[in-house]
């Protein structure tokens, strides 16, 4: 879990340096969703903490990174779970919202059943995100989001599955200009 700290913040600064300078407004949004994760037969309850940082490139096309901290309350069969999901997406923005999409990658320590075994998976993913932000009480919204990732790879468990997180609830934002 140590070398996921550090890569977080690393992908951050990196996207940081590749935003172009001449952006003239930036917008922080932030925020906790409930809903439900699944990689492999059993879905699992999901809060997820999130937190996205937006530019804007053109008038309404915005740049957007964006973390998703899913957590898996532990159940009586399985333990707690976390699938921490990063993003990058390009997304289009109007006076009360915005929607985006684009590649992703997770690192994740989540409890998983496979058609015949029932375990702990551990591992990176790939995949994509998408997520609509509308806001209904000036800085406050309601934001829904939605990841699909391939995890599995060589585990027993799951040989390769698809993990889908789906979450909904409020969100707040900040805006610079």
């Not at 921490?84 to 997770?106: E, L, M, R």
């Not at 806001?135 to 990841?147: E, W």
Request: charged share 10%; net charge neutral; aromatic share 8%.
């Amino acid at each position: 879990m140590r070398t996921l700290a550090r890569r977080i913040p690393l992908a951050a600064l990196i996207a940081l340096v590749l935003v172009p300078t001449q952006v003239q407004a930036s917008e922080l949004s932030a925020g906790v969703s409930l809903g439900w994760f699944q990689a492999g037969t059993v879905p699992h309850l999901a809060v997820g903490p999130h937190a996205a940082m937006s530019w804007p490139l053109q008038r309404d096309i915005l740049f957007t990174v964006h973390d998703l901290c899913t957590l898996l309350p532990p159940t009586e069969e399985d333990g707690l779970g976390v699938y921490n999901q990063t993003s990058v997406d390009i997304g289009y923005a109007w006076k009360n919202g915005n929607a985006s999409a684009g590649p992703s990658v997770a690192f994740y320590f989540v409890p998983a059943c496979g058609v015949s075994l029932c375990g702990r998976v551990t591992g990176m993913a790939v995949g994509g995100h998408a997520q609509t932000n509308a806001y209904v009480a000036g800085p406050l919204g309601a934001s829904v989001s939605v990841n699909v990732n391939w995890i599995g790879g060589n585990s027993m468990i799951l040989p390769g599955y698809v993990s889908i997180v789906v979450v909904a609830g409020p969100v707040f934002r900040w805006s610079s200009q």
